[in-house]
């Protein structure tokens, strides 16, 4: 060895293994043969070779080891001889040295042995530790990422706080709007209303799964049903054409309705607010002339209301002047989706509800001039409608004309029944002195006599030209002096002047029928009083001049009171004429035609014959 310093790098050997090295070496020194045939083998690994046997391998593993074989075999022989004994010092020394410092570090082996027994108690307890940190890792790593999923679930909760708070203002817009459309909606600011609708439209397009986009979407849904509703509720309210117009603009802004069915709104709202102020007069119901004047009054203006403003929304729809319905008992229904023939439609059931009250109300009139009244008035409303191509005036007259003809049927007939009651009740009673005939201020049967004109006179008197003036249908005097016929004259002159007021051209010929009727059925009762008269051998010069007058005077008169007094002469179906001819009479050449005269005279003729007894 060159110093002890060398020696303090390796660990301390025992004797008896250095022992067992050196018996080693010498006996590498007697078989040199052996060593030279294995000189190409380091010395390390020859020692190693020869002391595996009989050394732990734990020293042989050792790196100190493996450097102290090394050294010794790089001595030389002597070297080697000296070494156990530089060992052998060396260990004494070294144990001296140990004794020494036992003794002088006791305390702090001492400590090191209590620190060497904490610190084994300690990795004790830590061993243990680690054990169960072992078994709770597992579980940590559970929470661990329980912990991180939560935290990413308060982190995008806490993002959405934080884009809510960053955007508070816009959702706050977005949030009232529900509530600002429904004040919108509620101040009648239906334009705005709607363009927040159609902005929460594009909304629920772009979010459509958005909870609170849908909920605000079915508020929305809710306020636009409501106004709507009120939208309507206008159209069936007094309403102009500007504020009809805005109306309409706001539905066709909200698509609910198509095209067909906005036209159709339009007409059911406004037919409604008519029938509305059509139901308000239904207290006048008693009164039937009154309640169809102001009927009329409603239906003309606001019927024209309602055409005008159709027309003038839905421009590109027209109405013919001749609408597209048969008669006014068959209206159609004014709910078709055809688009060219809904108003059309409505206007035929419209005027279908006109007829209908015309109808029900006009036979309940009993007056023709109230009758006219009521004529002038529709014409006058028919005209009114006329401008706008609903000229319903052929529809109504109808109605008139069976009005006229009932009324006037009615007083010819209650006056002819009265005047055939009279004489039915003196042949019941057998009263057949005939002085009930005449007036009661005469008193010579020969101013009868005088006034009575004969055949040839009354034919002269029938076919002379008698001026149509005002003093021409002025009753004859004579008339007067027989008070069963002035009743009668009274009567029809009546019944005339209520025609005049109201005198369809229609009615000519059946009104003159009936009157031609009525006068056969008084000379028949004026034949069948005459027959008692003779059959009873009373006097007939009464009853004479009775027929005379009545066949030869009044017959004539009324005839002529009813063709040119009441139609003027101017009318007169020509018979057998296809086309219905209109042509003028003159002087009353043709008045007879409408009244059977001979029928008459032939009843009479018993009694008309009296010129023996006027000499």
């Known amino acids: 060895m060159n110093s002890r310093n060398e020696t303090t790098k390796f660990e301390p050997l025992t004797t008896s293994s250095l022992m067992t090295e050196l018996e080693s070496a010498s006996l590498l020194e007697e078989s040199e043969t052996y060593h030279t045939s294995i000189s190409g083998s380091s010395g390390q690994e020859i020692l190693l070779n020869l002391l595996s046997n009989s050394l732990d391998t ?11 074989l090394n050294r010794l075999a790089s001595l030389s022989l002597e070297s080697l001889k ?33 620190c060497k027994s904490n610190i084994q108690n300690s990795l004790e307890n830590c061993k243990t530790h680690l054990s169960k940190l ?22 995008r909760q806490r993002t959405k706080i934080n884009t809510i708070i960053e955007q508070h203002g816009n959702l706050l817009d977005i949030l009232e709007i529900p509530q600002l459309m429904d004040i919108c909606v509620r101040k009648e600011l239906y334009s705005e209303a709607i363009d927040l609708s159609a902005h929460v439209t594009r909304l629920i397009a772009r979010y459509p799964k958005v909870q609170i986009i849908q909920r605000i979407e079915n508020d929305v849904k809710d306020t636009m049903q409501l106004m709507l509703s009120r939208l309507i509720a206008l159209l069936s309210e007094p309403i102009k054409l500007p504020s009809c117009l805005k109306v309409i603009g706001y539905l066709r802004r909200m698509e609910v309705f198509d095209e067909a069915e906005l036209r159709l709104v339009f007409l059911l709202s406004r037919d409604s607010y008519l029938q509305l102020m059509i139901k308000g007069i239904d207290n006048e119901k008693r009164y039937p002339i009154h309640y169809l004047k102001k009927y009329i009054d409603i239906f003309r203006e606001h019927f024209f209301d309602i055409v005008t403003q159709y027309r003038s929304i839905f421009s590109d729809d027209g109405i013919s002047s001749a609408l597209g319905y048969s008669t006014p008992s068959t209206p159609t229904s004014p709910s078709s989706p055809r688009i060219p023939l809904l108003l059309s439609d409505y206007t035929a059931h419209i005027l279908g509800h006109l007829t209908g009250t015309l109808a029900e109300f006009i036979p309940l009139i009993s007056d023709t ?16 409608l006329g401008r706008v191509g609903v000229d319903f005036r052929h529809l109504v007259t109808e109605y008139f004309e069976i009005a006229v003809l009932r009324i006037i049927r009615t007083m010819i007939s209650e006056t002819t029944n009265d005047f055939i009651e009279q004489f039915e009740d003196a042949m019941r009673k057998e009263h057949y002195s005939s002085s009930w005939m005449i007036d009661e201020k005469k008193t010579s049967l020969s101013s009868y006599m005088d006034s009575v004109p004969s055949l040839r006179t009354v034919a002269s008197f029938t076919t002379s030209s008698v001026p149509s003036s005002a003093s021409s249908f002025t009753p004859l005097v004579i008339l007067m002096d027989y008070p069963p016929i002035g009743h009668l004259t009274n009567g029809y002159l009546s019944a005339f002047n209520s025609l005049r007021l109201l005198a369809p051209v229609s009615l000519y010929h059946p009104l003159g029928s009936h009157l031609s009727n009525s006068l056969a059925s008084i000379a028949d009762v004026l034949r069948r009083y005459g027959d008692k008269l003779i059959e009873g051998q009373h006097n007939t010069v009464i009853m004479q001049v009775f027929s005379a007058t009545f066949a030869k005077i009044f017959v004539p008169y009324i005839t ?7 139609y003027g002469g101017l009318m007169m179906k020509v018979s057998g004429n296809d086309d219905e001819t209109l042509i003028e009479e003159s002087n009353g050449v043709n008045a007879f035609s409408i009244v059977n005269q001979a029928y008459i005279l032939d009843a009479l003729k018993d009694f008309l014959s009296i010129e023996h007894q006027k000499r």
């Open 134 to 155: 072992s078994n709770a890792i597992p579980i940590f790593e559970e929470n661990c990422e329980s912990f991180i999923i939560e935290t990413e679930k308060i982190m």
């Open 58 to 68: 734990s020293i042989i593993d050792n790196e100190w080891s493996k450097d102290y």
């Open 82 to 114: 000296h070494e156990p004994t530089l060992i052998k010092e060396e260990e004494t020394k070294i144990q001296s040295e140990l004794a020494e410092l036992s003794f002088r570090e006791y305390k702090s082996f001492i400590q090191a042995s209590e």
């Open 369 to 384: 001039s109230s009758l006219s009244s009521i004529l002038t008035q529709l014409m006058y409303c028919g005209m009114s």
């Open 560 to 566: 002529r009171c009813y063709v040119d007094g009441v």
